[in-house]
């Protein structure tokens, strides 16, 4: 038996199940689905983005509606257009197989007379902006006086974003007996005070801890001069060669100074904020999902409603004013069981607000220094040298070979290599060697130097080892792993960083010779791991700093006199600027990220 029918699911919506490729229920489906079914009631239901809550009231709702009715039974009200549009067309997957069920999406920027027909016509379902439905009622376009069931999906979302008067006004139209469905990833007070007003004895399930964050979401922070915040996200991105990431703004106008850098830089970039045409969203949304753009800046409202599947990190180019939007950015990642990682770059005098997030979302970040330049360059070569290995060979090449060979005949098997790889090598290293060191700043220092280019690090040893986020490890799980297999201290292994084919990781020299012989060893699900001694450093030495001991609140919000500029919530002027590059960096290497699936038990 399916395990969705096990849930009490019937036999239409376990089929469109099957077609789907839906096998196990997440958290939130496992709770929700029986209980929704079960009986009319009311519900509150906590859960991060991205952990399946569209099925989790989609399946009940469409199982409980009467299709052979052509009135409006349900409503469902979502912040954006994208998220409007996503979950109509998942109730539409979901109803495949129930036939005379419709679904109409209802939001800005399309014509409103078109929806209004396509209701009129007979819509079991709606799904709608909040703007947009009041604009409806306002008209008389729409009737939703006699409906049973009303979901408010990302209801914290829709209340940041200031809708908070156009639903009290929407569920006052609505009946008093209807079932109401509250799903929120937090619970911040405007949303349990709609929970109290029109809500009866609704009951609660919680995936997780409230206001906290994804267990898949690991959380770092680089401290560094505002002047040098953008060259810190391009060494960032040249460090993850896989990336495919969003990266926050605060501001309209950093958000597109930031992408225009991107892009003059070489990445694969583009800006997303609220002064484009919903034309020029609508495509920017379109490569981002089909990964032409590696990198998609923008800012908080912009982004509501983003639902983008296999996204690598989060970074935040400036900490928002409140937590719970950086909650809700660092659930851009991490999604459906899959590692992330939310990345914040941070001045000096922003660090009390690490503090306040830890507090809230439970979570302890890791602080990290930017990678050196030398660091780059040897990820960036072993990078390359796992892509050559992995490619795929198209024999439509083969007839060029005779040629080529003709081209390469007098160089040896090793010239031949070095020259390949030194084709991106030579771009990256180059570049570092120009420009300032930023791998000195942390919380405690800030200086700045030129690359020394010379490695290493009094008393410790880096390593390379060959496995990484391919193998289902993120840099704590990576680090709990060595632990463990070598039987160190919790502070003896340090500064660890995953890539996708490979990984970094320090500890002090004493250990060298066992971390040697024990690792290289062992073999991993059949494959034979391998670890050598790295030729830097990775940050000289630079171990986690200790958190357990930290203050903080649960808001961002400063003492008074603090001085402007820090993007508090409720004063000052919003810190502006997208930093400065340095001189041109190398072009990257690849335009997008492969998508390869864990493989580690």
């Given amino acids: 038996m ?3 029918e096990q849930l009490g699911l019937n036999e239409a919506l376990v089929k469109a199940v099957n077609d789907l490729g839906f096998e196990n229920p997440s958290e939130v489906q496992e709770k929700a689905i029986p209980l929704l079914l079960e009986k009319d009631t009311d519900m509150v239901a906590l859960a991060q983005t991205g952990t399946g809550k569209t099925a989790a009231f989609g399946f009940p709702l469409i199982q409980k509606l009467d299709p052979e009715s052509r009135n409006t039974q349900a409503l469902i009200l979502s912040p954006t257009r994208e998220l409007c549009l996503q979950i109509t067309n998942e109730i539409k997957l979901y109803s495949k197989y129930v036939k005379g069920l419709h679904t109409v999406a209802v939001y800005g920027g399309a014509s409103i007379n078109d929806q209004a027909r396509e209701i009129k016509r007979g819509a079991q379902i709606i799904v709608a902006t909040p703007g947009r439905m009041q604009d409806m009622i306002n008209r008389g376009l729409v009737d939703i006086s006699k ?4 979901v408010l999906d990302e209801a914290d979302e829709m209340l940041n974003m200031g809708f908070y008067d156009d639903i009290v006004s929407i569920l006052s139209t609505t009946p008093d007996e209807k079932s109401t469905w509250l799903f929120s990833a937090t619970m911040p007070q405007e949303v349990a005070r709609i929970a109290r007003e029109f809500m009866r004895k609704p009951l609660e399930i919680t995936v997780g801890h409230k206001n906290s964050g994804s267990s898949t979401v690991s959380h770092e922070f680089y401290v560094v001069a505002g002047r040098d915040r953008y060259e810190a996200l391009k060494r960032l991105a040249d460090a993850n060669p896989d990336i495919f990431s969003v990266v926050f703004c605060r501001t309209k106008r950093d958000t597109q100074a930031v992408a225009e850098k991107l892009i003059e830089d070489g990445y694969n970039a ?49 900490l928002p004013d409140d937590i719970e939007t950086y909650n809700h950015r660092s659930g851009r990642t991490g999604r459906a069981g899959k590692l992330g990682t939310s990345i914040v770059i941070v001045a000096k005098s922003d660090i009390r607000k690490i503090h306040a997030i830890e507090k809230t979302i439970k979570q302890k970040f890791e602080e990290k220094t930017i990678p050196s330049g030398i660091e780059i360059c040897e990820i960036q070569l072993l990078h390359l040298a796992n892509k050559i290995h ?23 098997k090793e010239e031949l290599i070095k020259k390949m790889v030194s084709v991106e090598f030579n771009r990256f290293l180059n570049y570092y060697k120009k420009n300032k060191d930023l791998s000195t700043q942390k919380a405690g220092t800030a200086d700045t130097r030129r690359e020394s280019f010379s490695g290493g690090g009094d008393g410790a040893v880096r390593y390379f080892i060959n496995i990484g986020s391919r193998d289902d490890f993120d840099w704590m799980s990576l680090k709990d792993f060595l632990r463990d297999t070598l039987g160190l201290g919790r502070d003896d292994i ?30 991993l699900e059949g494959r034979r791991l391998n670890v050598e001694v790295s030729k830097n450093d990775g940050g000289r030495n630079d171990r986690r700093r200790d958190h357990n ?10 003492p008074r006199g603090e001085r402007r500029g820090e993007g508090f919530k409720g004063g000052g002027r919003r810190e502006g600027g997208s930093g400065s590059g340095s001189g041109r960096p190398p072009r990257r290497s690849d335009s997008a990220p492969r998508d390869r699936k864990p493989r580690r038990g």
Wanted: with cysteine; proline share 1%; net charge negative.
């Fill in 147 to 150: 409906i049973d069931f009303c």
């Fill in 549 to 558: 001991n930290r203050g903080g609140g649960g808001n961002f919000g400063g």
């Fill in 494 to 523: 340090f500064k660890v960083d995953v890539k996708e084919g490979f990984s970094f990781f320090n500890t002090d020299a004493e250990h060298a010779d066992m971390v040697m012989n024990t690792l290289n060893s062992m073999h």
């Fill in 2 to 4: 399916n395990k969705f």
């Fill in 270 to 318: 583009a800006a997303l904020h609220g002064d484009l045409s919903q034309a020029q969203r609508d495509g920017v949304m379109k490569s981002f999902r089909g990964r032409q753009i590696q990198m998609l800046v923008a800012t908080d409202v912009a982004a509501r409603g983003i639902d983008v599947d296999n996204v690598t990190h989060v970074i935040n180019y400036q």
């Fill in 390 to 412: 992995d490619v795929e060979v198209d024999h439509e090449i083969d007839s060029y070979l005779p040629a080529i060979y003709e081209v390469m005949k007098d160089l040896s």
